[in-house]
């Protein structure tokens, strides 16, 4: 290959050195700096948008690779993921996507954990990445495949400048078992700029694209590039073969798969995906993906800590240090975090944030084992990823300090256990193979997950290090037994199993080809209406119900309207229920349908239930029901969802970004960005502007407008990754309180929520916290329950310092306050309070213990003195001293040194009289423990009657019992045993 001078095209292959590449095990690693590389990967990656711009595409920005408002995925792993809904048919027609005809990008990917995983792979080889640039382009409904195959060539040869000689282009062959025949229209494109022997049939698996089990699909056309050139490679496409490599994939979306298998889709879609790491692999001469422009900042960080020497490139078994690979995976890893934390991700133990911490974990394992860098390097490699890609994400920098802070308290959590983990399994390595065995048990394996935080796949990659294997399966049955219990307790919640009725592109493109239009679901917004519609499809769960099939009682069927009153779930507002009454021509009432679920899909709104009475079809005339009374406890949560959030950012700062809300009925739930738990300050103060807002009855209003106006609005809000149909609804309160994009159902005026409690401040996740506030009656219970304790509080504290168990009362009050439903802020004031009286009952307790050990001391000392007089040699005694067991020890230093010679036992209650705790103590000198009498057994045989337990020395001893109803039985018993054992006068 030589670089392009002057006009002069890159990758020409008429001269023999233009095979520069070959397969090794080591990759070129000279990479010049960046202000010598031509196609910068910042080049590539704006030279390919502004081609597909200049060709008519809108340049649709990346979204999130952490899809927050997409359950379904992990993580965004391919260009697609964000146009799913036009793919599917589900686009809200007011949605700006639901404008879009041609679309292009460079979207975040992160393919790590789920159904596509590279995170094994990473480091390994010079081309598996978790995090990577996806190079997109979409037609939806527009230009097919002449367009597409023509755009990519020309891209290619003509602005990129790649040799055409080097490309070859497959198609589906076809595929009898599917009923489709090859791809010959793709085939007869190519051919317009390819030779017949590089324009190569491939089988399904290679070239037949699907995004599930069922959904959109069909069959997709490749572009192959050969590194090496001057030769035949087509037997070396799709053939792993590593200087043969796929770059461009065009996808030729025109199939629907069902239940039945595939169909014609009504609008056909073009998705075609390359990869930025590759293309800018193959544009700098590069043979691998780690030597472009964009690792080699990383690169030179890492041996700044690197005690092993700096990357060489180096694969495989020639990489027999694994040095190389480890600056690969910890290169890679660096920026899959850096991306996804700016996006909103955190690491926790659970799905997306689960595989965050794998990774961060598994780059900090590499750096501090294998590079033998210290604890820490791994953070000091965000900033340069910022600085790399800050330029094309400016979220990276906007970012950056939230991405520091949780890198480095990830980073320093888990090398707190790494030393120990590593010490483990060195261990276990050497045992096993001085066992001549192989494998790492699934115990062993769990050890390391449960107990040193080693995800399964980190113990996995350092077996096969050590040419060890690991009991996989016997660690998954243990991890299974474990997540059993909370499986058991989700399944429990779910309703009844029933299936889940759901609308996706063959149904949403049927309804519009039946001339059904979206549902008309502005009355929504009005209030205790019963709104008059008609049935226009009746969808169960083998399809719609068609030829005047009726649903009848007992069916579970959803029922698309014409109008429908009905909010339908959206904006974390739950949906509204109710009933739809099925009426007569003449008006009458015929049968009912209580409504559970209501989704919209495409702008029909889908309103799912069972048939409670009579039966319904299609035409029918019904009339909504909605449960008004419901919805009124829910619009008040929704309203003050907003006033909470502008008051967050008011306290807190304008860092505040929504991460999530749930509005029903009986709560609401605000999820919001912040480093660390709120204090009480900060509660009271988020409480009491929320409660201003009510008390200064402010009005809610709404507003449609265009999107661009909205955004233009000084302080609107909206959250962060959610997609807003255009126009938009604007909601405010007050008159500077709230502006929001919103299209919830709302109250008029602040006032009708009546109260507000703000119950809850806890953790989500690193730097995501939740707080759960209530409304209307709920808080008003709060609030007097609230007062209740403070009255009880307030009593306490008007309590002398000496009242009898003070102490104890408070720690009752604590524990009853710790179980009340009441405001948040109130409880922390309110356990404030209360440690601080019971504070002052313990200090009044030890300055009253004090005096009475003083007065019990005097008293031993007398009746020691009296029992030598008589000559006695053991005594034993009833001591108030509040069974303390440090005054039990001057008590019985007391005893040694007035009677060295002397066998003494204190029996000691709690409190005098009160049948409750007892404390048993004493000692025996060695001249009476040769006579037989042992302290443990001492104590042991004096607290038997009241079921205590004690032990000890020989010498010396002590135990207790809960409970005491008979002190003098605890006396007789400890003389009894002492004369049985000596003989001797005891009293």
Same mark, same amino acid.
């Given at each position: 290959?030589?670089?392009?001078?002057?006009?002069?095209?890159?990758?020409?292959?008429?001269?023999?050195?233009?095979?520069?590449?070959?397969?090794?095990?080591?990759?070129?690693?000279?990479?010049?700096?960046?202000?010598?590389?031509?196609?910068?990967?910042?080049?590539?990656?704006?030279?390919?948008?502004?081609?597909?711009?200049?060709?008519?595409?809108?340049?649709?920005?990346?979204?999130?690779?952490?899809?927050?408002?997409?359950?379904?995925?992990?993580?965004?792993?391919?260009?697609?993921?964000?146009?799913?809904?036009?793919?599917?048919?589900?686009?809200?027609?007011?949605?700006?996507?639901?404008?879009?005809?041609?679309?292009?990008?460079?979207?975040?990917?992160?393919?790590?954990?789920?159904?596509?995983?590279?995170?094994?792979?990473?480091?390994?080889?010079?081309?598996?990445?978790?995090?990577?640039?996806?190079?997109?382009?979409?037609?939806?409904?527009?230009?097919?495949?002449?367009?597409?195959?023509?755009?990519?060539?020309?891209?290619?040869?003509?602005?990129?400048?790649?040799?055409?000689?080097?490309?070859?282009?497959?198609?589906?062959?076809?595929?009898?078992?599917?009923?489709?025949?090859?791809?010959?229209?793709?085939?007869?494109?190519?051919?317009?700029?390819?030779?017949?022997?590089?324009?190569?049939?491939?089988?399904?698996?290679?070239?037949?694209?699907?995004?599930?089990?069922?959904?959109?699909?069909?069959?997709?056309?490749?572009?192959?590039?050969?590194?090496?050139?001057?030769?035949?490679?087509?037997?070396?496409?799709?053939?792993?073969?590593?200087?043969?490599?796929?770059?461009?994939?065009?996808?030729?979306?025109?199939?629907?798969?069902?239940?039945?298998?595939?169909?014609?889709?009504?609008?056909?879609?073009?998705?075609?995906?390359?990869?930025?790491?590759?293309?800018?692999?193959?544009?700098?001469?590069?043979?691998?993906?780690?030597?472009?422009?964009?690792?080699?900042?990383?690169?030179?960080?890492?041996?700044?800590?690197?005690?092993?020497?700096?990357?060489?490139?180096?694969?495989?078994?020639?990489?027999?240090?694994?040095?190389?690979?480890?600056?690969?995976?910890?290169?890679?890893?660096?920026?899959?975090?850096?991306?996804?934390?700016?996006?909103?991700?955190?690491?926790?133990?659970?799905?997306?944030?689960?595989?965050?911490?794998?990774?961060?974990?598994?780059?900090?394992?590499?750096?501090?084992?294998?590079?033998?860098?210290?604890?820490?390097?791994?953070?000091?490699?965000?900033?340069?990823?910022?600085?790399?890609?800050?330029?094309?994400?400016?979220?990276?920098?906007?970012?950056?300090?939230?991405?520091?802070?949780?890198?480095?308290?990830?980073?320093?959590?888990?090398?707190?256990?790494?030393?120990?983990?590593?010490?483990?399994?060195?261990?276990?390595?050497?045992?096993?193979?001085?066992?001549?065995?192989?494998?790492?048990?699934?115990?062993?394996?769990?050890?390391?997950?449960?107990?040193?935080?080693?995800?399964?796949?980190?113990?996995?990659?350092?077996?096969?290090?050590?040419?060890?294997?690991?009991?996989?399966?016997?660690?998954?049955?243990?991890?299974?037994?474990?997540?059993?219990?909370?499986?058991?307790?989700?399944?429990?919640?779910?309703?009844?199993?029933?299936?889940?009725?759901?609308?996706?592109?063959?149904?949403?493109?049927?309804?519009?080809?039946?001339?059904?239009?979206?549902?008309?679901?502005?009355?929504?917004?009005?209030?205790?209406?019963?709104?008059?519609?008609?049935?226009?499809?009746?969808?169960?769960?083998?399809?719609?119900?068609?030829?005047?099939?009726?649903?009848?009682?007992?069916?579970?069927?959803?029922?698309?309207?014409?109008?429908?009153?009905?909010?339908?779930?959206?904006?974390?507002?739950?949906?509204?229920?109710?009933?739809?009454?099925?009426?007569?021509?003449?008006?009458?009432?015929?049968?009912?349908?209580?409504?559970?679920?209501?989704?919209?899909?495409?702008?029909?709104?889908?309103?799912?239930?069972?048939?409670?009475?009579?039966?319904?079809?299609?035409?029918?005339?019904?009339?909504?029901?909605?449960?008004?009374?419901?919805?009124?406890?829910?619009?008040?949560?929704?309203?003050?969802?907003?006033?909470?959030?502008?008051?967050?950012?008011?306290?807190?700062?304008?860092?505040?970004?929504?991460?999530?809300?749930?509005?029903?009925?009986?709560?609401?739930?605000?999820?919001?960005?912040?480093?660390?738990?709120?204090?009480?300050?900060?509660?009271?103060?988020?409480?009491?502007?929320?409660?201003?807002?009510?008390?200064?009855?402010?009005?809610?209003?709404?507003?449609?407008?265009?999107?661009?106006?909205?955004?233009?609005?000084?302080?609107?809000?909206?959250?962060?990754?959610?997609?807003?149909?255009?126009?938009?609804?604007?909601?405010?309160?007050?008159?500077?309180?709230?502006?929001?994009?919103?299209?919830?159902?709302?109250?008029?005026?602040?006032?009708?929520?009546?109260?507000?409690?703000?119950?809850?401040?806890?953790?989500?996740?690193?730097?995501?916290?939740?707080?759960?506030?209530?409304?209307?009656?709920?808080?008003?219970?709060?609030?007097?329950?609230?007062?209740?304790?403070?009255?009880?509080?307030?009593?306490?504290? /008007?309590? #002398?310092?000496?009242?009898? $168990?003070?102490?104890? %009362?408070?720690? !009752?009050?604590?524990?009853?306050? &710790? =179980?009340?439903?009441?405001?948040?802020?109130?409880?922390?004031?309110?356990?404030?309070?209360?440690?601080?009286?019971?504070?002052?009952?313990?200090?009044?307790?030890?300055?009253?213990?004090?005096?009475?050990?003083?007065?019990?001391?005097?008293?031993?000392?007398?009746?020691?003195?009296?029992?030598?007089?008589?000559?006695?040699?053991?005594?034993?005694?009833?001591?108030?001293?509040?069974?303390?067991?440090?005054?039990?020890?001057?008590?019985?230093?007391?005893?040694?040194?007035?009677?060295?010679?002397?066998?003494?036992? /204190?029996? #000691?209650?709690?409190?005098? $009289?009160?049948?409750? %705790?007892?404390? !048993?103590?004493?000692?025996?000198? &060695? =001249?009476?423990?040769?006579?037989?009498?042992?302290?443990?057994?001492?104590?042991?045989?004096?607290?038997?009657?009241?079921?205590?337990?004690?032990?000890?020395?020989?010498?010396?001893?002590?135990?207790?019992?809960?409970?005491?109803?008979?002190?003098?039985?605890?006396?007789?018993?400890?003389?009894?045993?002492?004369?049985?054992?000596?003989?001797?006068?005891?009293?």
């Amino acid at each position: 290959m030589s670089r392009r001078v002057g006009g002069v095209p890159l990758f020409m292959s008429s001269t023999s050195d233009s095979g520069s590449s070959s397969s090794s095990s080591s990759s070129s690693s000279s990479t010049p700096p960046v202000e010598d590389i031509e196609w910068t990967v910042d080049k590539v990656r704006s030279t390919f948008v502004d081609f597909f711009v200049e060709k008519d595409h809108t340049y649709h920005p990346s979204s999130a690779c952490a899809p927050l408002n997409d359950p379904t995925l992990l993580f965004t792993n391919a260009g697609m993921n964000q146009f799913k809904s036009i793919f599917l048919g589900q686009t809200d027609p007011n949605s700006p996507l639901s404008k879009l005809t041609r679309a292009t990008n460079s979207q975040k990917c992160i393919r790590a954990g789920g159904k596509h995983n590279d995170l094994d792979d990473v480091g390994r080889d010079t081309y598996h990445h978790t995090f990577f640039e996806m190079l997109g382009t979409w037609s939806f409904g527009d230009y097919f495949k002449k367009e597409a195959i023509d755009y990519a060539w020309e891209l290619l040869t003509q602005v990129y400048h790649i040799d055409p000689n080097r490309l070859y282009a497959t198609y589906f062959e076809g595929d009898p078992s599917l009923g489709l025949e090859p791809d010959e229209e793709a085939r007869q494109f190519w051919l317009k700029h390819l030779p017949e022997e590089r324009v190569i049939a491939c089988n399904a698996e290679d070239n037949f694209w699907e995004m599930g089990d069922t959904g959109p699909c069909g069959p997709c056309s490749e572009l192959h590039y050969d590194r090496i050139g001057n030769r035949d490679a087509s037997a070396l496409v799709n053939a792993d073969d590593p200087n043969l490599i796929e770059i461009w994939n065009i996808v030729f979306i025109q199939y629907n798969r069902d239940e039945t298998g595939l169909s014609t889709l009504p609008a056909q879609h073009i998705d075609t995906g390359m990869g930025l790491e590759r293309l800018a692999s193959l544009l700098q001469n590069k043979s691998s993906n780690y030597d472009i422009d964009a690792f080699q900042p990383l690169f030179q960080k890492m041996a700044e800590h690197s005690k092993v020497g700096p990357y060489t490139g180096l694969v495989g078994a020639d990489d027999m240090t694994l040095k190389d690979t480890a600056y690969r995976a910890i290169a890679d890893h660096a920026r899959a975090l850096s991306f996804a934390l700016a996006d909103g991700a955190v690491p926790n133990n659970e799905g997306r944030g689960y595989v965050l911490r794998r990774i961060l974990r598994r780059a900090t394992r590499y750096g501090q084992q294998i590079l033998k860098a210290d604890p820490g390097f791994f953070a000091t490699l965000i900033p340069v990823v910022v600085d790399t890609f800050g330029g094309a994400y400016p979220e990276l920098v906007k970012q950056q300090d939230v991405i520091l802070e949780i890198v480095e308290d990830e980073e320093k959590a888990f090398s707190v256990m790494l030393d120990r983990g590593i010490k483990f399994f060195t261990d276990l390595e050497g045992e096993l193979k001085g066992k001549k065995q192989s494998t790492v048990t699934a115990d062993k394996a769990f050890f390391l997950y449960d107990t040193l935080g080693f995800p399964i796949d980190l113990t996995v990659l350092m077996a096969e290090e050590a040419g060890l294997e690991v009991d996989h399966a016997g660690f998954e049955r243990e991890l299974e037994a474990q997540k059993q219990r909370s499986r058991d307790a989700r399944n429990a919640a779910r309703s009844g199993g029933a299936q889940r009725l759901e609308l996706i592109a063959e149904q949403t493109s049927w309804l519009a080809d039946q001339a059904i239009v979206p549902t008309d679901d502005n009355p929504k917004y009005k209030w205790d209406v019963e709104t008059m519609s008609s049935v226009q499809a009746i969808f169960g769960t083998e399809g719609f119900l068609i030829d005047g099939t009726k649903a009848s009682k007992g069916d579970r069927v959803g029922l698309i309207l014409d109008k429908s009153a009905f909010y339908g779930e959206a904006g974390g507002q739950e949906a509204d229920i109710g009933s739809i009454a099925f009426l007569s021509e003449d008006g009458e009432r015929t049968g009912a349908f209580t409504v559970t679920e209501v989704q919209a899909y495409a702008g029909f709104l889908l309103h799912s239930g069972v048939v409670e009475e009579g039966s319904v079809e299609v035409g029918a005339s019904v009339k909504c029901l909605v449960d008004y009374e419901r919805r009124r406890d829910v619009a008040p949560n929704h309203s003050m969802t907003h006033v909470l959030n502008a008051a967050l950012r008011q306290v807190l700062g304008d860092a505040v970004e929504q991460r999530g809300s749930l509005c029903n009925d009986e709560k609401l739930r605000f999820d919001f960005s912040h480093k660390k738990a709120m204090n009480v300050k900060q509660l009271r103060e988020t409480e009491d502007i929320c409660k201003a807002a009510i008390a200064e009855a402010q009005t809610v209003t709404s507003k449609v407008m265009p999107l661009e106006e909205a955004k233009a609005i000084d302080g609107v809000r909206a959250v962060f990754g959610e997609v807003y149909p255009d126009p938009v609804r604007v909601v405010t309160v007050g008159s500077d309180t709230s502006v929001e994009f919103c299209g919830g159902t709302h109250v008029d005026n602040t006032a009708e929520a009546q109260a507000f409690a703000l119950v809850e401040e806890t953790a989500v996740a690193k730097g995501i916290r939740r707080i759960t506030a209530v409304t209307k009656n709920v808080a008003i219970k709060a609030i007097e329950e609230g007062a209740k304790f403070e009255s009880m509080v307030a009593e306490a504290e /008007g309590l #002398s310092a000496d009242s009898p $168990g003070l102490d104890k %009362k408070a720690g !009752a009050l604590r524990k009853e306050l &710790d =179980a009340a439903f009441v405001s948040a802020p109130l409880k922390a004031d309110l356990r404030a309070k209360i440690e601080v009286i019971q504070k002052k009952g313990i200090e009044a307790n030890k300055a009253a213990l004090a005096q009475r050990v003083d007065k019990c001391l005097n008293g031993v000392k007398e009746e020691v003195e009296a029992a030598m007089a008589e000559s006695k040699r053991v005594l034993v005694l009833n001591v108030d001293i509040g069974a303390d067991s440090k005054a039990s020890q001057k008590v019985m230093n007391a005893v040694k040194k007035t009677a060295p010679d002397m066998a003494f036992m /204190g029996i #000691s209650e709690e409190e005098m $009289g009160s049948g409750g %705790k007892v404390m !048993a103590f004493c000692i025996v000198p &060695d =001249a009476i423990l040769g006579d037989g009498l042992n302290a443990n057994e001492w104590v042991k045989a004096a607290l038997e009657s009241c079921g205590g337990r004690g032990g000890g020395k020989p010498g010396s001893a002590q135990g207790q019992a809960g409970e005491c109803s008979d002190i003098e039985a605890v006396l007789a018993e400890a003389n009894s045993f002492a004369t049985e054992k000596l003989g001797a006068i005891t009293s």
